[in-house]
């Protein structure tokens, strides 16, 4: 392996602290920098901010500053990524500031890859104290564009907001970086390289991940669709972390066919894309999906594996109603729900598509701020077992992360199931049918979401400002053009398990007939400010289900933007995405 080309300055002031382990601990001085508040997902930044001088490790440095020591001394970490530019250079510093602090062992994925739902897999099947990915996430890498790191805690969950709120702080008054004076580990062959009291494993990244999912899913019945000549898949893994995971779990365990997996193996600028699973970044796969002799089913993952997109011939099912689909069918489909759902979740500005499955089954139901943190603590408590955000995250409680490879497995799992005493010749239930049926059943919920990218961020605060000024003075059965207002706020969320409280998570109007136009400002992007605009409204007429989700959304998005004035305070004329 090439020798790290990045290593912390260890300034001529710096002084060995001890020797206990069997080598030498340095003290590093280092200064606060600014701006290293994680946001709705770990710390992101353009990987040349990451790159400066100490920027990396005074990160890590706060992070295990904010931690009980007795939560990491002589334990375990996970350490993953998406095997993005800089991850490699990155793993080596995190490695030798946890050795520094402490810890007992790290365990990593064969060359620092590992995805960030089997970074959650490892963590709660090795008991370990927690984990970091090296990631981005679903935003490009490459030495122009992003960087990330996230940090999980002890049972696989995204760290909560009392944990970052304090690493910020440490970010602000750090002096010192603990870092041990070891060599580069070589990550790219499987196995231990040990120093004193300190280890570093290097495992396969998959395999832990494929055990989690036989035990949850019934591969054979998977195997018996994937296996049939006459119903063709497609996955693209935007050459991106699920990669590594597609050949051997869908190809060598699954039977689908090789030529199946496109783009399938990681890259570090990802072959130039974006690798973000919407109708806009995953371009490729959505014309195959669209075009001529499309095959039956596609999918998609982003940069570190916990997204999906699911297609269907000429057909795109929206992460709101795919999350309510498989909701409906679990218990039937998935050997892990055969015993019963404790509960459902969604995100707030994800469609109500969700709600209604939740009642129709008289499930416990929540309504969580964005962010797939928030659905930790129900999970730990027993009161979630299936949730999903419009953000194409969806996932279950066998892990604490959203998961992009299970939600397709899901999805194959009720194909699998509804076809499973077809006889040959007959025509196959595809996922359009799956979706239409379930609209019929329980109504549909149109739903999009604008997004206006890297807006001038003064801008982008004002119009929430003028927003949330603007729904502090509205009343009840006020007219909004054609639509009479049920009540607007800014969305406010009490954790029922710790009591917690999040404030400012989305300002909506909701209108009597149950539909809703949402504004949030993201908390992933890397440079200025995304806008988001959520818009939905309920269709109980099957004879209008068929409408096109932009055509039926008209009016309602018209109104969005006009009670926003989005135009006027950040000069922008149309969405850059929209999904
Ligand atoms: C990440 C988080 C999700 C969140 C999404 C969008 O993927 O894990 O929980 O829904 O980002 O967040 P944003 O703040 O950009 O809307
Ligand atoms: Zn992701």
């Given at each position: 392996s090439s020798p790290s080309i990045f290593t912390v300055k260890a300034s001529s002031s710096s002084s060995t602290l001890t020797e206990p382990q069997g080598f030498t601990i340095k003290s590093v001085p280092t200064e606060p920098i600014e701006g290293q508040k994680t946001g709705t997902s770990g710390l992101r930044k353009k990987v040349k901010v990451f790159m400066q001088e100490n920027y990396l490790a005074n990160w890590i440095q706060a992070l295990f500053s904010s931690l009980p020591p007795e939560d990491y001394n002589n334990g375990l970490l996970v350490l993953g990524g998406d095997g993005r530019y800089f991850n490699r250079e990155a793993a080596q510093v995190i490695i030798k500031i946890a050795a520094g602090n402490g810890v007992g062992k790290i365990l990593v994925g064969k060359d620092g890859i590992m995805s960030t739902p089997a970074v959650s897999a490892v963590i709660r099947k090795r008991k370990a104290n927690g984990g970091f990915i090296m990631s981005a996430s679903h935003n490009p890498g490459g030495p122009e564009y992003d960087w990330g790191i996230k940090f999980n805690y002890s049972s696989g969950q995204p760290a909560p907001e009392s944990i970052t709120d304090k690493i910020y702080g440490n970010t602000l008054s750090i002096s010192e970086i603990k870092m041990a004076d070891i060599p580069d580990v070589d990550l790219s062959c499987v196995g231990i390289t040990t120093f004193g009291n300190f280890s570093v494993e290097v495992v396969d990244p998959v395999g832990d991940y494929m055990d989690l999912m036989e035990r949850v899913f019934d591969f054979q019945l998977i195997r018996s669709l994937l296996s049939q000549s006459y119903f063709r898949f497609t996955y693209d893994a935007m050459h991106a972390v699920t990669g590594a995971y597609a050949k051997p779990i869908f190809v060598e365990k699954l039977a689908a066919s090789p030529d199946s997996i496109l783009n399938g193996i990681p890259l570090e600028d990802f072959g130039h894309g974006h690798p973000d699973p919407n109708l806009t970044y995953a371009k490729d796969l959505v014309d195959i999906m669209y075009g001529e002799n499309a095959p039956d089913f596609g999918a998609a993952s982003d940069g570190d594996g916990d997204r999906n997109m699911i297609l269907g011939q000429s057909f795109f099912v929206t992460p709101s109603d795919s999350v309510a689909i498989i909701a409906a069918n679990a218990q039937a489909a998935i050997p892990y729900f055969h015993s019963g759902i404790k509960g459902l979740a969604r995100s707030m500005p994800t469609s109500g598509a969700l709600d209604r499955v939740a009642e129709k089954l008289d499930l416990p139901f929540f309504e969580v701020p964005?962010?797939?943190?928030?659905?930790g603590n129900l999970m730990d408590s027993e009161k979630l077992s299936i949730c999903g955000e419009e953000s194409f995250g969806t996932g279950s409680d066998h892990i604490r992360e959203k998961d992009g490879i299970w939600a397709v497995l899901a999805w194959l799992s009720i194909i699998a199931y509804r076809n499973k005493d077809k006889k040959p010749g007959e025509k196959l239930v595809s996922v359009s049918d799956v979706v239409k049926e379930h609209w019929a059943t329980y109504g549909r919920n149109f739903f999009s979401r604008y997004d206006y990218e890297e807006c001038e961020s003064d801008g982008a605060n004002k119009m929430m400002e003028y927003l949330r000024d603007l729904v502090s003075k509205n009343k009840t059965g006020e007219k909004y053009g054609d639509y009479a207002l049920r009540y607007a706020d800014d969305f406010a969320y009490k954790d029922p398990v710790d009591g917690s409280v999040a404030l400012k998570q989305g300002v909506r109007f909701v209108f009597m007939d149950g539909s809703r136009i949402i504004f949030r400002l993201s908390g992933t992007g890397s440079a200025g400010a995304t806008i988001r605009i959520y818009i939905e409204q309920f269709e109980p007429d099957v004879s209008k289900h068929d409408m096109d989700a932009q055509a039926a959304l008209k009016p309602l998005i018209d109104l969005a933007l006009s009670v926003s004035k989005l135009q006027e305070f950040t000069g922008r004329e149309e969405p850059t995405v929209i999904t």
């Open positions: 964005t962010g797939w943190k928030f659905f």
